[in-house]
């Protein structure tokens, strides 16, 4: 079995990563990476739209991280079933819109993707990550 690992964007195969600076339009607006698309979705999931609206001031993936761990209101079984999707929707475009990157991705083949994150119990499974790139490849080839 082929395993591709990423983690860090500045690092092999970074390309993969959230924090991948990488931008994509949805619902007519403009994200900088997938970090900042993902965090500001949870905010607006729970409300906090002081929050959401930090999320979107800055391009600082560490900053927007931090911010997206003050969402108010916050639940996490809410999220725990709607994050899958928001990150399928968020990569979908991510890829479609930046061509090399898709390139790049269906590049990868059959290969496993796997966020190489040890202490990431949510993403830094190979199993989400298989998941998500099956799908994206199929619809990506649409």
């Known amino acids: 079995m082929n395993v591709i690992c990423f983690h860090n964007p500045d690092e092999e195969n970074g390309y993969l990563s959230n924090w991948y600076m990488s ?3 949805k619902d007519g607006i403009k994200y900088s990476s997938m970090e900042q698309y993902m965090m500001y979705r949870k905010a607006v999931c ?4 002081d929050i959401a609206a930090k999320i979107l001031e800055t391009d600082d993936v560490a900053e927007i991280k ?6 108010s209101n916050y639940v996490n079984y809410i999220w725990n079933g709607k994050r899958q999707i928001v990150v399928y929707e ?3 475009e991510k890829f479609r819109q930046n061509e ?3 390139y790049q991705l269906r ?5 496993v ?3 190489c994150a040890i202490s990431d119990r949510i993403w830094g499974k190979e199993e ?3 998941m998500i790139k099956v799908i994206l490849c199929l619809d990506l080839c649409d």
Not at 107 to 111: E, P, R
């Open 23 to 25: 931008e994509f339009v």
């Open 90 to 92: 968020g990569l979908l």
């Open 107 to 111: 590049a990868t083949g059959d290969a």
């Open 100 to 102: 090399d990157l898709g």
């Open 66 to 71: 931090q911010l997206g761990r003050k969402v």
């Open 46 to 49: 729970f409300h906090d739209d």
């Open 128 to 130: 989400s990550g298989f």
């Open 113 to 115: 993707l796997a966020e």
